[in-house]
Nanobody
Framework: QVQLVESGGGLVQAGGSLRLSCAAS????????MGWFRQAPGKEREFVAA???????YYADSVKGRFTISRGNAQNTVHLQMNSLKPEDTAVYYC???????????????????WGQGTQVTVSS
């Protein structure tokens, strides 16, 4: 059973930076894509960023230019560098993986198969 384990959340002031990391528990796990979603209190879960096996990257408009998604040394690890953080970035961030090999990365959370437990990111004003 594949588990995704996130790390790196925390409290930061507006304008600051945080780096989230996620690793799959099974070394041979080779997903088509990995990504991040987030959910703020009282809101639906929303797409943040994703990266495919070929390193194609996708971002929500709200984070473009501020967040960078990248793979780690292993294909089943992913990082999210978050710069110029805003109070509206406050949310629980979830790592996710899509095991289905497709023609392109999908942005709907219903298409992803594996989810981490979530890590809290709080940005104070």
């Amino acid at each position: 059973q594949v588990q995704l384990v996130e790390s790196g959340g925390g409290l930061v002031q507006a304008g600051g930076s945080l780096r989230l990391s996620c690793a799959a528990s099974v070394r041979t796990f080779n997903p088509y894509a990995m990504g991040w979603f987030r959910q703020a209190p009282g809101k639906e879960r929303e797409f943040v960023a994703a990266i495919s096996w070929s390193d194609a990257t996708y971002y929500a408009d709200s984070v473009k230019g501020r967040f960078t998604i990248s793979r780690g040394n292993a294909q089943n690890t992913v990082h999210l560098q978050m710069n110029s953080l805003k109070p509206e970035d406050t949310a629980v961030y979830y790592c996710t993986a899509d095991k289905n090999w497709r023609s392109r990365v999908v942005l709907a959370d219903s298409e992803y198969d594996y989810w981490g437990q979530g890590t809290q990111v709080t940005v104070s004003s």
